[in-house]
């Protein structure tokens, strides 16, 4: 009976702990900018499967550090701006970005240079009709 038990806790540990591999731990975070294209996000989890979302360039507005106070401390996250349809000023949605990664202020100040270098280049860029 009490074996019964024990193996029955051990699977189900187990099969939590390949759900949480599988669906929720997050290995790494890449950011993939192209300024003629879009912007693509891949996560890869733990168990080896890759996630990724891609965001056509005519839909960003900007890019930007955002900074959110979480208890007794500031956390600063990268998020992309998306372009409202129906509005040319306004934004339709804010993407976070490195959610899981939550790499240090520093790290994310090289990424938002990089990308701003390559919306600007897009900007000044003739438009193709």
């Given at each position: 009976q009490n074996s019964m038990v024990l193996s029955a806790?051990?699977?189900i540990t187990l099969i939590g702990l390949i759900i949480y591999l599988h669906f929720v731990k997050i290995d790494q975070e890449s950011l993939l900018v192209i300024g003629s294209l879009g912007i693509q996000v891949t996560s890869s989890y733990a168990s080896g499967k890759e996630s990724t979302t891609f965001i056509e360039m005519v839909q960003v507005k900007d890019v930007v550090?955002?900074?959110a106070i979480h208890m007794q401390k500031v956390i600063y996250y990268l998020c992309i701006l998306l372009?409202?349809?129906g509005d040319p000023q306004g934004v339709s949605e804010v993407v976070?970005?490195?959610q899981s990664s939550k790499p240090r202020l520093d790290c994310?100040?090289?990424v938002y240079k990089s990308c701003q270098e390559i919306l600007e280049q897009r900007k000044t860029a003739p438009q193709s009709s």
């Open positions: 806790a051990i699977f550090i955002n900074e372009q409202d349809p976070p970005l490195f994310l100040t090289e």
